[in-house]
């Protein structure tokens, strides 16, 4: 079994570098590691996977998508967290001075050990208990590991260097003096906190909304291996719907209480159980997920991660252990999807709380708030500074204004023991290096009560995060086939929104009379914006069938000797099913563009229309 | 009417700041020049324009979309020319260390000078003359002239230091050493000449096709002040279409060959002549424009800017002067817009010949070339090695193979040389510090005749290049409205393809009735793909109307009180005629979706549909 999902995830990624799906990037330079070039039908793809997350997500919930610089100056980093904290442990080979990533070399060689027969089941135990914790261990337990098991470079059993954090940000400097430090973001988030007063200002000041941006992002990662999996340059796109912390309930919940879904719980993770099916209603009221707007974007997620194409028997959310998630964060789920190489993650669904805005805020000393109506209205006292300008200007004439200055710039705390001050005796400012007597009767607080309808908070942030390529990767390998009939026959059956182009147009041959057809197939195609590859190679139509059953289009259209005869039609194929359908000329795009757009299946379309097996018209062509 | 432009610039601009359009990144931190982000509206029209751009270029020709790494090694951008020209004349305040771009500073003194009444007539038509010309000069030039009218600092008046070459592109580093030499991608172009081979190969083989590709590319601009129109990270689309240098014929010139586009030639502009409009027939015909493909082009961006809501009386392609033409470029011409400063370039559309994939065949060693079928069939030389690995493997055994490989990787050179030399005698050579003696026995050189079919060729790119934010904003400024009648209503009257929203959805008021009305009304639209913004908030529907124009939404809904009898019906408005008809519930989307995509246009609808004047249904309102 094992083997066999090899050798089908071999078979693929070969046909996806051979028709361009995507590849190395600059290999005509000898390449760069983690980086990829999408071709025409990668790129198609993934942006078909990016619009229908537009449509699911932000049509759907009428989200406010910006779109934001990648260059980043480091004090938005800083707030973050990512200049202190965005690192994975480095090693180094310390003769060859080859990098890799800590976590990732001591899972590899422990892997390896537990394949040989030279440890007992004691140790085996052990290790098998250190594995999951190794992604998270910090340079002491990872430098102790090393020593205790005696780890060796794995390429040239060198001695090992001490590991060390590693800064994964790509950094730069803005500006033609290069005196700032700045990076290339490492996610979307930053841009929509750093906007939430605009965001907040365009919603009228209403919550909750939802942010949403979709665009590149960068890490250096150490040592870069898994194709798409795991790239230095990436796209994303992520939500960050902004809600009033005392009150996380979704008013659409109700559309997905009753899915059922697998998760896999810390508690399930802690006590070694498999992932449990459970109704999302159930999840939550149980506290499970811990409030219903997280669940309400789990159960989207699902489904959206079905709509691309993903096989639902194959996602799972796991909910992050206490060791694993930020300490500000309630709770988190990740989307995970079962590929060839194991469970990989793909969305994450956080609820953050108010740690973003309330870093952004310090960091910025900009109030980062919204305001809730309060029920009952409620009396604060007040404490307001009355600064008497027709004093101060008798006594300090052209100096007023600066006097007056001073003293509102006062901090809360100076301005209260000024106040306490001058109630024994005046103060002596300096002020712009000139001096100041200050009375009581220039100066005082008065403390006053007033009634407020509202209240100032920090919103709770939940964060849906989905990584496209990832999303791409693993769409690709569920819907990987090959025709147990013809193993050289392999094919994609991607929803047709997904697919790269909905149809191809293929003529029976070379011959002259087929062109005028061709042309009118496709400009009909394309104003009604349908994509189509035509093929009017001299290839046999069986082998261009192949090619772009390859490309996983979904339909093929063929024009061949009954085409020339009145009223004009087409073969219409399915790429699954290989079965075909006569449509008529002046039909075909209203067919697919309801086949298209999944507004009809092609089992409606194969009710409806004749089934074609072979051509009325006998002609003999070579 | 410089004042009128300049004040509804200003009440454009204003509207675009308070309704988020787009604005400065990082504010809350102080900001960053050269650094914008879209909010939800400019998001919209970005996306939108993108949308159409693929629509209009990418599916049209069937061109092959690709989308690659920004991340970009240095070998890249040294064979493509940007290490060592990109770059732009940098002069500095010897005081502050304030930097300028050399060309617009002494530009804005000029044409201070020419306001002012210091100068006589004979040194203003010098400075006329020299105006156009600081773009292109070098250090020299610019330095002669700093000296020559001791022009100093703007700011400060303090002296100047001479001007340096600063190249625009951004650096970093890939991987965790820092040893490479990386750079940010300063135009999106390197990506498809990189991918030259894998796209041929996917085209088939076949020329012409056209590469195209949609991103961000980053250029570290001196001192960027000019809001959207000089960034520091922008969005591109640039089409690189491959073709024979010997046929540069277009297949679909002839549906573009009637357009009148105002031509502004380079001998026009050295005339002092204005841009003259010429069929595109003509231009080509005449040898005004290069060739057929170039024309094409043209053609077709220009009936792209008019799509996008970009007037066709302020726009004119200039052909590039020679002095400001690259070298290896036959011809050039850039799309100019005319907004209220002046003419912009939005787009280029230069014929580079071959000289991109000449450089990077030079730079990777690969030859990117493509083929052509001969129509007479050539007799040519061929040379052969003939290595007689029997008697090296007789002599060399276990060595066989290293010094078959040595043979098989001497150069041309090296080979003939090797060749002659075992004429006379045997030759010793040294491979891996190790002596063998080669004879005549093991390597010769023959010479064949073979008939070839199809010789090689560098192909000729034309690249037509898009900035999606320049053209966002002209698209903007051309639709910028106020109503003659009210100067606090402004609207923009955006084609409907380009709006950010198609349609509101505002309710006459609070009323509870209404509002399954919006919920149902809102679902069907959403079902739809129909983007629309919902506005229940308590203000009249006047100034919600006001609103949903200030964001140039074309179509609002309203639900009033004729809404609630049966058939259910909605009043549906049009932005700019601000007129209204009544149309049933059950049939909004398909006139929205035709409205939207543009199949019908408002006349059409308001033809069909019973004009809407006032509710039939009376009711007390509060």
Redesign the interface.
């Known amino acids: 079994m094992c083997e066999d999902k090899n050798s089908m995830r071999l078979e693929m990624e070969n046909l996806l570098k051979r ?2 799906f995507y ?1 190395q ?5 000898g390449g ?9 039908v ?3 793809i ?2 078909n996977i990016i619009n229908l997350w ?2 699911h997500f932000i ?2 919930e ?1 989200m ?10 480091e ?2 980093l800083k707030a973050s967290g990512h200049v202190d904290r965005f690192t994975d442990l ?1 090693i180094k080979d310390t003769e060859t ?1 080859e ?1 890799f990533r800590a976590d990732h070399l001591i899972e590899g060689y422990f892997e390896k050990l537990l394949e040989t027969k030279d440890i007992d089941d004691e140790k085996k135990t052990e290790i098998k208990q250190l594995l999951p914790q190794i992604g998270n261990m910090n340079v002491e337990d990872i430098q102790q590991l090393i020593e205790k098991y005696n780890i060796k470079s794995p390429n040239t059993n060198n001695k090992l260097s001490e590991p060390i954090a ?1 800064n994964l940000m ?8 290069s005196q700032t430090k700045d990076y ?1 973001r490492p996610e979307t988030a930053q ?1 929509m906190f ?2 939430f ?3 907040l ?2 919603n ?1 000041g ?1 919550l909750p909304f939802a942010a949403a941006q979709i665009g ?1 992002s ?1 890490r ?1 990662e ?2 870069p291996r898994s194709g798409l999996l795991r790239v ?2 990436f796209t994303m796109a992520e939500i960050e719907h902004f809600i009033d912390p005392i009150d996380k309930t979704h008013s659409k919940f109700d559309t997905v209480a009753d899915l059922e879904i697998q998760l896999y719980s810390a508690s399930n993770q802690i006590n070694g159980e498999t992932a449990q099916l459970i109704r999302l209603y159930d999840a939550v009221h149980s506290k499970l997920i811990n409030n219903e707007t997280l669940g309400y974007f789990i159960g989207r997620i699902y489904l959206y991660l079905i709509r691309i194409g993903i096989d639902k028997n194959r996602i799972r959310f796991r909910q992050h252990m206490d060791n694993e998630m930020a300490h500000y964060a309630c709770d988190c789920w990740d989307a995970e999807c079962k590929i060839s190489s194991g469970w990989i993650e793909c969305v994450g669904c956080a609820d953050r709380s108010c740690y973003d805005l309330t870093q ?1 805020t310090k ?2 000393g ?1 109030r ?1 708030v919204a305001e809730r109506q309060l029920s009952v209205p409620k009396r604060v006292q007040i404490t307001e500074r009355k600064i008497n300008s027709t004093i101060i200007g008798q006594i300090f004439r052209k100096d007023t204004s600066i006097v007056v200055k001073y003293l509102e710039n006062l901090s809360e705390n100076q301005a209260h023991s000024l106040h306490e001050k001058l109630e024994q005796e005046n103060e002596k400012c300096t002020i712009n290096e000139k001096e100041f007597i200050i009375t009581r009767s220039m100066f005082k607080l008065e403390t006053k009560e007033k009634i407020v309808q509202v209240e100032e908070f920090t919103p709770s942030v939940i964060e849906p995060t989905f990584g496209i390529g990832r999303l791409l990767y693993v769409t690709l390998e569920h819907n990987f086939k090959i025709r147990p009939e013809d193993n050289q026959r392999k094919y994609f059956t991607l929803p047709p929104l997904i697919a790269p182009y909905k149809c191809a147009v293929l003529p029976l041959s070379v011959n002259a009379e087929f062109k005028p057809f061709v042309k009118q197939i496709s400009d009909l195609l ?1 104003q009604a ?1 349908i ?1 189509h ?2 093929d009017t ?1 001299s290839s046999n139509i069986g082998k261009r069938y192949a090619r772009c059953d390859e490309l996983g289009i979904p339909f093929a259209i063929a024009i061949d000797f009954d085409t020339l005869q009145q009223p004009y039609s087409i073969a219409l194929r399915e790429l699954e099913s290989l079965k075909q359908v006569r449509v008529k000329i002046d039909e075909i795009v209203s067919v697919l563009q309801d086949l298209a757009t999944e507004k009809v299946t092609w089992n409606e379309i194969f009710a409806l229309y004749p089934i074609f097996t072979e051509q009325q018209t006998k002609r003999l062509e070579n």
Chains 1, 2 share one sequence.
């Open positions: 028709r361009f590849d990037s600059f290999s005509i330079y760069v590691n983690g980086l990829y070039d999408y071709g025409p990668g790129c198609a993934k942006i537009r449509r049509l759907e009428q406010l998508e910006i779109d934001c610089s990648m260059l980043t100056p004090i938005v480095m001075g990098c590693f790509f950094s730069t400097s803005i500006g033609p003096i290339l841009g750093v906007n007063k605009r965001l200002n365009f009228q209403q590149n960068f250096n150490i040592s230095r340059e952004h960091f910025s900009q980062l394309t914006n994509s590859k035509i190679s």
